[in-house]
């Protein structure tokens, strides 16, 4: 198993252009994520889907779109970039099952560095 | 959710143990507590989770005391590879809307010969 994928790695763009960033998994999880992490802090939400089809916004969603088509694929979308979304973006996916009590553990991707200038 | 605290950073050397506490005053009583760990240039990977008492694994330890306002990550005999972002999270059962935890800024360990 690959885990979670992230493309491309590393991306320079200039302001207002758009871009999509893609994430895959190949565990079958239900959950997936989508984190930005700025230099020097933690991270913070930025979408998630508990299933094909479903996506909800989560702490910092202004500025990105996300669809989710299939179980393994979670895109995330800037539309018109700006140098504030400079940032390492994180996708994780989980296997959430209903009435568990617990959080299960998200597999995390390697991140994508996105610069803005 | 649940706001945590931890210290932003600790110095430790090879084959001591390190003890990172965070605290979590306001945890709810379905909030489950889980650690993550984080190297430069990579995601986080999970660690460890508990709700109370102790829960061991092969890699470390947590110590959550009965009123379940802190936790403990206990790192035994670190190592050089252990230098890394440690996060602690405090989050809500599932109830079918997403699992929103939030990671704070975490404490660095540093790990020396």
């Known amino acids: 198993n690959a885990g979670v994928t992230q493309t491309p790695k590393f991306r320079i763009l200039k302001i207002g252009q758009s871009m999509t960033l893609q994430c895959t998994q190949d565990?079958?999880?239900?959950?997936m994520y989508w984190y930005r992490q700025d230099p020097g802090m933690g991270l913070k939400l930025i979408y998630y889907?508990?299933?094909?089809?479903?996506?909800d916004k989560g702490e910092v969603p202004n500025g990105y779109n996300v669809s989710r088509s299939t179980t393994e694929d979670f895109p995330l979308r800037l539309e018109l970039a700006a140098p504030s979304q400079t940032s390492v973006y994180f996708c994780?996916?989980?296997?959430?099952?209903?009435?568990?009590?617990?959080?299960?553990?998200?597999?995390f991707g390697d991140g994508t560095r996105l610069s803005i200038l | 959710l649940a706001k945590t605290t931890q210290p932003i950073s600790m110095d430790s050397y090879e084959g001591q143990e390190v003890n990172i506490t965070c605290s979590h005053n306001n945890i709810a009583t379905n909030d489950y507590i889980t650690w993550y760990q984080q190297f430069p240039s990579q995601g986080p990977r999970f660690i460890i989770q508990g709700y109370k008492t102790k829960v061991t694994n092969e890699v470390a330890s947590l110590f959550i005391p009965a009123d379940r306002k802190s936790s403990t990550l206990s790192l035994p005999r670190v190592s050089l590879s252990d230098t890394a972002v440690y996060y602690c999270l405090v989050g809500p059962i599932l109830t079918g809307g997403g699992n929103k935890l939030t990671f704070g800024t975490g404490t660095q360990l540093k790990v020396e010969l």
């Open positions: 994780a996916s989980s296997y959430e099952q209903d009435r568990s009590p617990k959080n299960q553990p998200q597999h």
């Open positions: 889907s508990v299933g094909a089809g479903i996506t």
């Open positions: 565990m079958n999880h239900n959950y």
